[in-house]
């Protein structure tokens, strides 16, 4: 065993404290939405010229859109007709070939929402790098033609992840002394006018971008007294949904949407959008789950509104057992089960993170998407998060305990808020609640920029793509928590893959600088070296175990590691002490071949410094400097 240079030990160094920092991004404990006509992107006329638009764009209910087919030779279409026109006719041609007698395509139409038909169609046997037309009738007249490449996915493609539009949730919006139409009118034309931009944002800055993924809550207005005789008759949201289809982006790009919670309670959702391989599993009024693959990879969106995880179990083997060969397997659902905003802790959610993660980990899923809490988060790689029932029951709170910590008032016994103040006995309650679900032990990678092969799942939280509504991040940032963001703008993410990484940029749309570093998942054939701490002790000179870490002079820590996988030789073993406050206040390591498969004790002496006591000591074991992995030997004394 050999001690190495001072050139390493400075790296090492760099390395220690870039581990136990938290590296995440944290911004402003501000709330609200934006304000469209105050935006860079409003000015030289271009607000005034959407204003003057707007009075056409809210009342066309028949916008089309597009979404992904059952894979990336298929195209699905949807959109209203008026029902007193029949049924329109579409017609889909390769450009070269030219429009011919078999250009039409059947559609196939069901009654919408009254005076209304929804419309439905797919086209098969597309192929990448052709250029193919399409038109359909409105009104009776033909629309103009659009055109639709469909990208080459053999070397790899990206799509774009955004969470929440929700259009018409800046209600703030309401002119003072305006109606409630008054007011959802404004919103909707404020929330449109961003989500335009967002779309046009991410297709500039990436315009090979082949379809985007949606986190759900397309809008905002739902009837929440809806039942089986009105859900499929609710119009209130219909000027939303055509915010949401008004960016021109939209006629020619695909985006698989999410049920959302907002989304969930009509059938206007199903009306709208023609999803691929809709099941009846994991249904709401909305629709229920669905799966489609692109390239190399599967795509499962989850309607998690339904909270039944056997149903989604059903579907998520299903898809997976259709599409075996899927180098990577993607889940969207809405709620955010390891997000950081002000739903990330509410016991609904996180009672879906325990009975969910099981089966996402079961199927092999690598990345969960998801949104509802308008922040930005990024986890780390997660894996065998559980709680058993009798500690949930010990120490879980309701829904409405809950929300008086988050709120800071209650409701006295004449329905008038009060400001909440915490018993003791509730404070403590509340803290052991939030203690119970960091998942601190379940965190199965360090901050890298690039994980490699890991084993668990990474789980991306989307910001509002609209900025029709923001929340706060949660005051603590749990431990889950690789990195977070909120400054009250929306962002998009763009998201790579290949065959052998997925890699995922996040933009801000006011400046288009990203919020967090560039992450990249990469998968390779070759093993990859683990270790284990499978022992571990501190002892003094003598060799003697002790209880505690002597308040002076100095120790040795033991610990046996393990290591699986052959490595290239360069193993390194490092101890690093901290103060009460995290501060780094001790360091030592070394460096050997570790065999394989075979349990190695070392003994590594610090010194307890002189101004300070040591609070908690922690290992280190990687295989030479590129892959350094902090390991679970974490000791509070």
């Not at 939405?33 to 066309?60: F, S």
């Amino acid at each position: 065993m050999n001690m190495n240079s001072k050139k390493s030990f400075s790296v090492l160094l760099c390395c220690i404290l870039a581990a136990s920092a938290f590296t995440g991004v944290t911004a402003a404990d501000n709330d609200g939405w934006t304000q469209a006509d105050q935006t860079e992107a409003a000015q030289n006329g271009a607000w005034d010229a959407w204003v003057q638009e707007w009075d056409t764009e809210k009342t066309d209910w028949e916008n089309i859109s597009l979404t992904p087919g059952k894979d990336e030779t298929e195209l699905n279409f949807a959109w209203y007709s008026k029902a007193d026109a029949g049924v329109p006719q579409f017609k889909f041609y390769e450009k070269e070939a030219g429009e011919t007698a078999d250009s039409l395509i059947s559609v196939a139409q069901t009654a919408a929402v009254p005076d209304y038909n929804s419309n439905k169609v797919t086209v098969t046997g597309l192929e990448s790098g052709k250029t193919y037309c399409y038109s359909y009738t409105k009104d009776g007249a033909w629309t103009e033609v659009r055109e639709i490449t469909p990208k080459d996915s053999s070397s790899g493609y990206s799509f774009m992840f955004f969470g929440d539009p929700q259009i018409g949730s800046s209600d703030e919006n309401i002119p003072e002394g305006g109606t409630e139409e008054q007011g959802q009118d404004n919103a909707v034309r404020n929330d449109s006018f961003n989500w335009n931009n967002t779309i046009n944002s991410a297709l500039e800055l990436k315009p090979d971008i082949a379809f985007m993924v949606s986190a759900g809550d397309q809008i905002q207005s739902r009837d929440s007294h809806t039942a089986d005789e009105t859900h499929e008759t609710y119009t209130d949201n219909e000027i939303e949904y055509a915010g949401y289809l008004s960016p021109k982006a939209l006629e020619t790009m695909p985006v698989a949407t999410t049920i959302g919670n907002h989304d969930a309670l009509s059938s206007n959702y199903t009306y709208h959008f023609n999803n691929p391989n809709s099941s009846e599993l994991g249904s709401t009024y909305a629709g229920g789950d669905y799966y489609f693959t692109y390239g190399n990879t599967l795509f499962i969106m989850l309607n998690t509104n339904n909270t039944n995880a056997a149903e989604h179990k059903q579907l998520i083997e299903q898809a997976c057992e259709e599409n075996t060969d899927a180098k990577w397997r993607i889940v969207t659902l809405h709620q955010d089960i390891y997000g950081s905003g002000e739903h990330s802790n509410e016991p609904e959610i996180v009672e879906l993170r325990y009975s969910l993660t099981p089966i996402l980990e079961e199927n092999d899923i690598d990345v969960v998407l998801t949104g509802h809490d308008h922040t930005y988060s990024r986890s780390y790689i997660m894996k065998n998060a559980e709680i058993s029932k009798y500690d949930w029951d010990m120490n879980s709170i309701s829904d409405d305990e809950y929300e008086a910590f988050a709120d800071g008032v209650i409701e006295d016994e004449n329905g008038d808020e009060i400001e909440f103040v915490p018993t003791e006995e509730q404070q403590a309650k509340y803290d052991n609640y939030l203690a119970m679900i960091e998942d601190k032990d379940y965190v199965n990678s360090a901050d890298s920029e690039i994980v490699e092969n890991p084993d668990g799942i990474l789980y991306l939280t989307a910001n509002s793509a609209s900025g029709s509504k923001y929340y706060d991040l949660v005051e603590h940032p749990q431990a889950y928590i690789a990195a977070r963001w909120q400054e009250d703008v929306p962002t998009f993410s763009t998201i790579d893959v290949t065959d052998d990484e997925l890699t995922i940029n996040t933009y801000r749309t006011d400046t288009m600088e990203q919020i967090d570093k560039t992450f990249t998942i990469r998968k390779t054939d070759e093993p990859v070296t683990e270790y284990t701490v499978t022992n571990a002790s501190f002892k003094n000179g003598a060799g003697e175990t002790l209880d505690a870490i002597p308040e002076s002079g100095s120790f040795i820590a033991e610990l046996s590691v393990k290591k699986t996988g052959e490595g290239n030789g360069n193993d390194y073993i490092a101890v690093a002490a901290y103060d009460e406050s995290g501060a780094l206040v001790g360091l030592n390591y070394c460096y050997a071949d570790v065999p394989a498969d075979t349990d190695c004790t070392f003994g590594i002496k610090l010194d307890v410094p002189e101004n300070g006591t040591i609070a908690s000591v922690k290992a280190y074991v990687w295989d030479d400097f590129g892959t350094m992995t902090p390991l679970a030997f974490d000791a509070e004394l």
